[in-house]
């Protein structure tokens, strides 16, 4: 089982940025997906955006064209780069491996607070 670890979140004013990083015990690409998830209280827990291995992103209509996600397989991270972030964004921010169709690990979640 790889182990995930977020890190990057904090509190960011209304239109500011945040990366986020994703650190995986093991080789990424070992994965057929990665993604990134948000939770916000009291709202089920949405998939914000996932990579391929062959690269292929695909994002949330919510936060398309502002945010952007990138994975380094020499250093097992994939990072989730978030611009133009409005007080909506605020969730926990959980990274996740996809294989099989199916998200079966997760990390412990980083928290990102956009005060307006």
């Known amino acids: 089982q790889v182990q995930l670890v977020e890190s990057g979140g904090g509190l960011v004013q209304a239109g500011g940025s945040l990366r986020l990083s994703c650190a995986a015990s093991?080789?990424?690409?070992?994965?057929?997906?990665m993604g990134w998830f948000r939770q916000a209280p009291g709202k089920q827990r949405e998939l914000v955006a996932s990579?391929?291995?062959?690269?292929?992103?695909n994002y949330a209509a919510s936060v398309e064209g502002r945010f952007t996600i990138s994975g380094d397989n020499a250093k097992n991270t994939v990072y989730l780069e978030m611009n133009s972030l409005k007080p909506e964004d605020t969730a926990v921010y959980y990274c996740s491996a996809q294989r099989f169709g199916v998200y079966g690990s997760w990390g412990q979640g980083t928290q990102v607070t956009v005060s307006s």
């Open positions: 093991g080789s990424i690409f070992s994965f057929n997906r």
């Open positions: 990579i391929s291995k062959g690269g292929i992103t």
